[in-house]
Nanobody, 125 residues
């Protein structure tokens, strides 16, 4: 399974971005859990949003109400909508996927088998 992210870039505080994670190889219906992680310089990688193939979603407290994770019916495309962006959202964002179902919101980055290359999001004040 190969994942490719797109849609990153620079935005001013209060603006919006939509990140896309495309499953470019592999059987898309085999993907059961997708989490978007981010890592800022000098900080640990953190999961910001998770979506299970059955639909449940989970969010980091600091992004609730601003980020929305979704997927299309084929599970080929997975999205992270960022609204009301804040400077503290600046980071490299990664999508991670696994064939196993999500364990609720307890899915550390070490658990995932498949990763995208990462994409930069920069929010200026």
């Amino acid at each position: 399974v190969q994942l490719v992210e797109s849609g990153g870039g620079s935005v001013q505080a209060g603006g919006s971005l939509r990140l896309t994670c495309e499953v470019v190889s592999g059987f898309t219906y085999s993907i059961a859990c997708v989490t978007w992680f981010r890592q800022a310089p000098g900080k640990e990688r953190e999961g910001v949003a998770t979506i299970d193939s059955d639909g449940p979603t989970y969010y980091l407290d600091s992004v609730k109400g601003r980020f929305t994770v979704s997927q299309d019916n084929t599970r080929k495309y997975h999205y992270l909508q960022i609204n009301n962006a804040k400077p503290e959202d600046t980071a490299m964002y990664y999508c991670a996927a696994d064939r196993r179902y999500c364990r609720g919101d307890q899915n550390p980055w070490t658990w995932f088998d498949y990763w995208g290359q990462g994409i930069q999001v920069t929010v200026s004040s």
